[in-house]
């Protein structure tokens, strides 16, 4: 059992706080509640270091731990996002050709990515580079039995539900979506969770790799921040209530890819994660498993910033380098591509996590909840496929250079053939192309984790109507009387609020309790030898066996496209 030995300072005992909020003492600073939600009995503890400002020459490098700063209390009241950057496809093309297949209207954008003019967005002025912060929003109730029971034991600490968002790795933040529904919601499934939300660095800031970069600096940046919070999260949310025995990681898209990447650290060979259970929704990523395409990243991240190493492009002001991340970002990648992804770096990702799922190289030891949408593919599919069968060749040879001929002609002639009839899981060469995208890049991976764990997972698949990737957080993230809208998906809304309902109660069920449940919704019964999963739909839950075509997952997981 872990001693708590700091303690939570009354507000009204310091001199220095403005508000009757609560101080916790972390030891290397005093950090104030921001706020405290009474409808919901909230406390908001907002934008708390966890890690040292990554400028300077800690650029391109693990994080490392603040410095003390206690001469003044902290409160967060300024906010932080990590410099982003959006791709020209994804901003522009990708939802007027969304729009277009929903409302079945002609789509008749140009799809050529360098015909459109680059125009620098203006940034969220919470934008720094210093963003390495983290919120905890904490149930009244759980944060005062915390400081009544402090010196006693720890049983009276609640479960830790521990969110890192999404964004291709170059957009997002902690603050993305809010958490209120769903900590609500903890409060009447059980006693409540202490929900965290992290940020990470994003674009070249995070996602930096290949030899030269390794050289001086840390490739997966990113990834050690996470796991840096997650550490910090172990040894400091007993201070606000939470049991650092009982967390739970929680992500979608990159961030259900970066908990993969998580699940498989070190291939396993590093100690107990900081974590014991894990929601692991949409995961994805590109896999990137040689040095090229991040080498090639690299040099050309330095000749937009003017330099040809890494010590110099740490000298540079913040300002340019943020705009060089946000202009290769925006005008480089090719449809469905954000430039920069997890990398293969030999320690933290010795392999794909897909490789290392199948070798047993990852942490056993977790407790793990699964999900995925029925349409993944399309938002990352590019309309130039609409009318031919052989973009998904063209395609293969573009994001897989050294694949060879005989395996490219398996994948568009054996797993993916140009047959129309429905009978492969598609009905038109576009829907082909979305199928293999989905599941090479995100649905796959759900299925090598519920394999991983012996089919002991729990697995839904999320089927609401247009099933688009990322469509399960708006009802994860449901509030009620406000629409939970990530702006990635304009225009949809939860359509049935029993099933946001339900949707939250087996996710804080999961947190709480290791098993999801829901009084208003069915049972939630493991993947199993069965290979079930939960369907969830607008008007009806229900278990169902798992539509992902194994035989083809079976093939993307050992990356038999390199060598
Ligand atoms: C937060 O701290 C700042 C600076 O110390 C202070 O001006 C502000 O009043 C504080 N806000 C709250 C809500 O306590
Ligand atoms: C300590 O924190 C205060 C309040 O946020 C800030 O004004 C000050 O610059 C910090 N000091 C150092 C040395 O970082
Ligand atoms: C493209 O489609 C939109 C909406 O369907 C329409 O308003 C516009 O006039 C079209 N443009 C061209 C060049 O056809
Ligand atoms: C794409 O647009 C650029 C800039 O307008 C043009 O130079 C290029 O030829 C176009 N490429 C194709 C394949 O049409
Ligand atoms: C929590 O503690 C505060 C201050 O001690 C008290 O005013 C409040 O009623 C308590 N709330 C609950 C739900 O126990
Ligand atoms: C917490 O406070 C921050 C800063 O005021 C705000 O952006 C955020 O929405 C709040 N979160 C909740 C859950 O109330
Ligand atoms: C393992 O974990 C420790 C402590 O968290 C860390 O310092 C070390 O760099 C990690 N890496 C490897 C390869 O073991
Ligand atoms: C690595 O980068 C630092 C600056 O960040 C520089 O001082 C150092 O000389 C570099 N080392 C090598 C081997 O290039
Ligand atoms: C496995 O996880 C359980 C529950 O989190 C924990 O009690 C146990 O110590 C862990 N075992 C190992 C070998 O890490
Ligand atoms: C899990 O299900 C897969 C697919 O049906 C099967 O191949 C595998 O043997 C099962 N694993 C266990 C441990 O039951
Ligand atoms: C979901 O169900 C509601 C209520 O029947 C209906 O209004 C809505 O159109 C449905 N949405 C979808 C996407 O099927
Ligand atoms: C909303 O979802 C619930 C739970 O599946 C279902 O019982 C109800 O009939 C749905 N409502 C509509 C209008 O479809």
Request: hydrophobic content about 35%; charged content about 15%.
């Amino acid at each position: 059992m872990f001693k708590l030995l700091a303690f939570v300072l009354l507000a009204t005992l310091s001199t220095c706080s403005a508000s009757n909020l609560p101080i916790v003492d972390l030891g290397y600073e005093l950090h104030q509640a921001i706020s405290f939600n009474s409808a919901q009995g909230l406390y908001n503890f907002s934008n708390i270091r966890y890690a040292a400002p990554p400028v300077g020459d800690l650029r391109f490098r693990a994080p490392v731990a603040p410095a003390r700063n206690r001469t003044k209390v902290q409160n967060g009241t300024v906010g932080r996002v990590c410099p982003q950057a959006v791709p020209i496809w994804f901003q522009y093309i990708e939802p007027a050709f969304l729009l277009s297949i929903s409302e079945g209207t002609q789509f008749n954008l140009s799809t050529n990515i360098s015909s459109y003019p680059y125009v620098p967005t203006k940034p969220d002025p919470r934008t720094t580079e210093d963003c390495l912060f983290l919120d905890v929003v904490v149930p009244e109730k759980v944060f005062n039995r915390s400081r009544s029971s402090r010196i006693s034991s720890g049983k009276s600490l609640a479960p830790v539900l521990v969110w890192i968002d999404g964004g291709g790795f170059t957009q997002g933040d902690k603050t993305q979506l809010n958490p209120s529904g769903l900590v609500n919601r903890s409060t009447v499934v059980g006693d409540g969770v202490v929900f965290v939300a992290i940020n990470y660095r994003l674009g070249a800031f995070g996602w930096l790799g290949g030899h030269t970069l390794m050289a001086n600096g840390t490739a997966n940046a990113g990834l050690h921040d996470q796991r840096f919070a997650l550490d910090w999260i172990s040894k400091n949310i007993h201070l606000f209530g939470g049991d650092p025995n009982q967390v739970t990681v929680m992500g979608d898209s990159a961030g259900g890819g970066s908990i993969m990447h998580q699940i498989t650290a070190y291939g396993g060979q590093n100690g107990t994660s900081p974590f014991q259970q894990a929601i692991v929704q949409s995961p994805g990523w590109v896999p990137t498993p040689d040095d090229k395409q991040p080498e090639q990243a690299l040099q050309q991240f330095l000749k937009l910033l003017n330099v040809s190493t890494i010590a110099e492009a740490r000298k540079l002001s913040s300002k340019k380098l943020i705009a060089a991340n946000a202009y290769q970002i925006a005008t480089k990648p090719s449809w469905g591509e954000f430039v920069y992804t997890p990398v293969v770096d030999g320690t933290f990702v010795p392999k794909l996590p897909g490789q290392l799922l199948l070798e047993g190289r990852y942490d056993h030891n977790l407790t793990v909840m699964t999900g995925h949408t029925s349409n993944e593919g399309i938002e990352f599919t590019s309309p130039d496929s609409r009318n031919s069968s052989t973009y998904l060749a063209t395609l293969l040879k573009k994001s897989y250079p050294s694949v060879k001929p005989n395996v490219s002609s398996y994948i568009t002639d054996v797993l993916y053939p140009p047959v129309y009839n429905g009978s492969h899981g598609y009905n038109s060469p576009f829907t082909r192309v979305a199928v293999a995208n989905g599941e090479s890049a995100i649905e796959c991976n759900v299925d090598y984790l519920n394999w991983a764990f012996g089919n002991q997972t729990f697995a839904y698949e999320f089927n609401v109507p247009p099933g688009l990737h990322g469509l399960d957080m708006l009802y994860v993230f449901y509030n009620k009387g406000q629409s939970a809208d990530d702006g990635d998906l304009p225009g949809l809304k939860v359509q049935n609020e029993t099933v946001a309902l339900i949707v939250q109660d087996y996710i804080t069920s999961f947190a709480q309790f290791g098993a999801p449940k829901s009084a208003l919704g069915p049972a939630f019964k493991r993947y199993g030898p069965q290979n079930m999963v939960l369907n969830i739909g607008n008007h009806t839950i229900g278990p169902m066996r798992d539509t992902t075509n194994a035989s083809r997952c079976h093939f993307w997981q050992t990356a038999p496209y390199y060598q």
